[in-house]
């Protein structure tokens, strides 16, 4: 079952497949409240922190066969926000469309750059070599970090770069990168007090 727009930009979305069960509602006119259950504690950690600094109200529930590997239910929760994000968003009229929030975390800092265009797009570029293999918080392995946000991407429509501008601990890391794509999300998403216009010279997007 695809995504359905509740009313006003609220969505949600129910995914069932062989390797995983995610259930996503998405308010983005929230206040950043958000109950997240997926089964991987630090996926958890970095799904409230998006909501709570995005200002999403997001309830995530998902269970999948972590007891292969964690890989599954990140990716496939990943898509289902990214399918509830591009419902919600509508035609996109009067949105600011883009978002730019630079984040530091401790020594970490990360830069999100979000273009609500309709055409999805991911760079990702910064981190340390090494950071892809670390196992954070004994499940979540952080290459899974850029395999969110290509996700969300691919499956929402929008375009983001992500730079990590330095770091060291691979929590911070990943914890960075998902504050400033939140960041830069709310600012994309949020309304345009000077207008109620669709924001591209083509008229759509």
């Known amino acids: 079952m695809g995504a359905e727009l509740i009313s006003g930009r609220i969505a949600q979305m129910e995914r069932v497949t062989s390797e995983s069960s ?14 997240i259950s997926t089964g991987v504690p630090f996926y958890d ?28 239910t990140v990716e496939d929760t990943a898509i289902v926000l990214g399918e509830v994000l591009r419902v919600a968003l509508g035609d996109k009229r009067g949105i600011r469309r883009f978002g730019n929030a630079t984040i530091p975390l401790d020594e970490a800092l990360a830069q999100a750059v979000v273009d609500v265009s309709g055409r999805p797009y991911l760079v990702h570029s910064g981190e340390p070599e090494g950071q892809q ?25 929008i375009c983001l ?3 990590l501008l330095g770091g060291r601990d691979p ?13 830069a999300l709310r600012e994309a998403v949020e309304s345009d007090p000077r207008t109620d216009e669709i924001p591209s010279t083509k008229g759509a997007l």
């Open 45 to 72: 950690h970095m799904l409230t922190a998006l909501s709570r600094h995005s200002l999403i109200d997001l309830d995530v529930e998902a269970s999948g066969d972590t007891h292969i590997d964690v890989h599954h």
């Open 133 to 157: 293999y670390h196992l954070i918080g004994g499940h979540f392995t952080g290459s899974m970090t850029r395999h969110v946000f290509e996700a969300i991407t691919y499956h929402s429509g």
């Open 171 to 183: 929590h911070h890391i990943a914890e960075a990168q998902f504050k400033a794509f939140a960041r």
């Open 161 to 163: 770069h992500m730079t």
């Open 22 to 35: 995610v259930k996503v509602r998405m308010d983005l006119d929230g206040t950043g409240t958000s109950n």
